[in-house]
């Protein structure tokens, strides 16, 4: 069983579908993130979530909404979504407050058609 | 403004020698150095990291080196091995509480 496990790994969506993609960590952190990776740029932060609140969302549009339902598990909702958010979805987590590193899911790999 | 900058985005090198990796970073309030190594198909795992007040940390045939006064880190990669051959993002940051900030990622090739 790995740390961190992202479901789906892949992802075709229309602009007009409702989709979400699942994280969840078995390592028993109490933080969780979304990073959205895509070409030629750094891996940008979404959102933060800290003992199941959000403490951070790095003016992501709205098309995009997070949900931290228990400190083990992280949601993307996705809607109305464009073609350039297609993208690899990365879910992590980590323990707060520490200098410990944090683990990563394998991603999503997103295509918005 | 990106605060973590990784200005190679390759680098090859031929197996059996040494393999640079260079970061440079912006946020002096950045205390805590990390290097991630990423498959295609797979999420980032965790390579070495090194604290602010260290200047080296060794592991294995990783070491990372930090240069405060350039903000400057680097990864030493030796003996490097074609399995090295991945892209290696730089991340940082600042105390316990905050989410890392990432590098643009540089993709080294270990040529056989």
């Known amino acids: 069983e790995t740390g961190v496990t992202q479901t789906p790994r892949h992802l075709v969506m229309g602009m007009t579908n409702k989709k979400s993609l699942k994280c969840e960590q078995h390592?028993?952190?109490?933080?969780m993130y979304w990073y959205k990776q895509s070409a030629k740029k750094p891996l940008e932060l979404m959102f933060v979530?800290?003992?199941?609140?959000?403490?951070e969302n790095n003016s992501v549009p709205s098309r995009f909404s997070p949900e931290c339902p228990n400190s083990s598990h992280l949601f993307l909702h996705l809607h109305t979504l464009q073609p350039e958010d297609s993208a690899l979805y990365l879910c992590a987590s980590s323990q707060v407050p520490s200098r410990t590193e944090a683990f990563f899911g394998q991603g999503t790999r997103l295509t918005v058609v | 403004d990106q605060q973590v900058k990784q200005n190679s985005p390759s680098l090859s090198v031929q197996e059996g020698r040494i393999s640079i990796l260079n970061c440079d970073y912006t946020?002096?309030?950045?205390?805590?150095f990390l290097w991630y190594k990423k498959y295609p198909a797979e999420g980032p795992t965790f390579l070495i990291s090194?604290?602010?007040?260290?200047d080296k940390n060794e592991d294995g045939r990783f070491t990372v080196f930090l240069n405060k006064s350039a903000k400057h880190l680097s990864l030493h990669i030796v003996p490097s091995q074609p399995g090295d051959s991945a892209v290696y993002f730089c991340?940082?940051?600042?105390?316990?509480?905050?989410?890392?900030?990432f590098g643009k990622g540089t993709r080294l090739s270990v040529i056989a």
């Open positions: 991340a940082a940051k600042v105390g316990g509480n905050t989410p890392l900030v």
């Open positions: 090194i604290s602010s007040i260290k």
């Open positions: 390592l028993g952190h109490n933080a």
């Open positions: 979530y800290n003992f199941k609140e959000q403490t």
């Open positions: 946020n002096s309030m950045f205390d805590y």
